[in-house]
């Protein structure tokens, strides 16, 4: 397995500290009333980072969940677009999904499993060699959508990787009351395929067990559960108050290290990076987020008739009335 290059970990970490950034930005935005919610993936960077470094992007595809900020930077999405959705787009977020070969955000847990197994299954009928990366929490292995798209994906041994991001905490439900056998990566064995679990806050860690997993993948062997154990160290989303089902302490107690934290110590350790580049990173990422706060806050309200112009090429006579009647109630 190819290690990665100085350069290619410079950039690795400039992604990390960014996605860092403009996560805490989102949410300070949240509370200045530019966006009207947002789900923080602090805690995620090293396993979004990791797992994108290890995808080609000429020929892999991510199908991701609603927390895949890191992810969507690493991969080259418009991130403009990309927050569209969070800033009140019905349909996922306006950002071009086969150029950045990430698909658009799902808000509904466990529903992109089977999007990346039927794309999964488009590749092998068609003789191609992409791998999808299916991204999915450990509340979202709850789901029966995860358990079909595992069981399908296992019988016909379809190149898919599920990237599991085990937060600890599905949102206010902990591990052990919603997985009995207290290993997500155990339960790939009943679909007859290899499950893993990893340090997800080590970010080379990550990028190795998801290239294993791709390469295994594009072999022709079929699919690989990865089990990412990381820590959600913010709430579920701004409307959520983790006080109410966790302490500070308890929070201390089981986050361990920070992985942006760790990824720039053991980087500055190795004469990745220097501290003269860990400030140039840091200025650059306040420009870069300066512009994108501005954006933000120059967008016109969303209106709501986007969700009857985005689905049908015409519209029955019962949608044109709902969407008169909806465009009524909005200007009373």
Wanted: proline fraction near 5%; glycine fraction near 10%; hydrophobic fraction near 40%.
């Amino acid at each position: 397995m190819p290690e990665p290059t100085r350069e290619q970990e410079r950039e690795l970490y400039t992604c990390v500290i960014r996605a860092r950034a403009l996560d805490v930005e989102l949410v300070r935005w949240h509370r200045q009333g530019i966006i009207p919610g947002f789900p923080p993936s602090i805690g995620h960077e090293a396993t979004q980072v990791g797992a994108a470094a290890a995808l080609d992007r000429t020929r892999d595809f991510v199908f991701p969940m609603y927390r895949e900020l890191g992810l969507a930077l690493a991969m080259g999405v418009d991130i403009l677009g990309y927050l569209g959705n969070h800033n009140g787009d019905w349909n996922g977020g306006s950002f071009d999904p086969v150029a950045s070969r990430f698909t658009p955000i799902q808000s509904v847990v466990g529903s992109n499993g089977p999007h990346a197994v039927g794309w999964a299954l488009g590749q092998k009928i068609d003789g191609r060699d992409g791998v999808a990366l299916a991204c999915i929490g450990d509340g979202g292995t709850s789901q029966g959508d995860t358990h079909e798209a595992m069981n399908f994906a296992g019988v016909w041994k379809l190149p898919v990787v599920f990237l599991v991001s085990n937060n600890q905490w599905a949102i206010s439900v902990p591990l052990a009351e919603q997985v009995a056998g207290g290993s997500i990566a155990a339960r790939a064995a009943g679909y007859g395929f290899p499950g893993v679990a990893i340090d997800g806050n080590d970010l080379l860690a990550v990028r190795a067990a998801v290239m294993d997993a791709v390469e295994r993948a594009r072999r022709g062997e079929g699919p690989t559960l990865i089990e990412s154990r990381i820590y959600r160290r913010g709430p579920h989303a701004t409307s959520d108050d983790p006080g109410r089902y966790r302490t500070l302490e308890d929070e201390r107690r089981d986050a361990g290290e920070d992985p942006v934290i760790r990824y720039r110590r053991s980087a500055l350790e190795r004469d990745i990076i220097d501290e003269s580049f860990v400030a140039e990173v840091d200025s650059e990422a306040a420009v870069w987020l300066e512009g994108i706060r501005s954006y933000l806050t120059t967008l016109p309200p969303r209106g709501g008739e986007t969700l009857f112009e985005n689905v049908y090429a015409e519209l029955t006579d019962d949608l044109v009335e709902q969407r008169d009647a909806w465009a009524q109630d909005a200007r009373a």
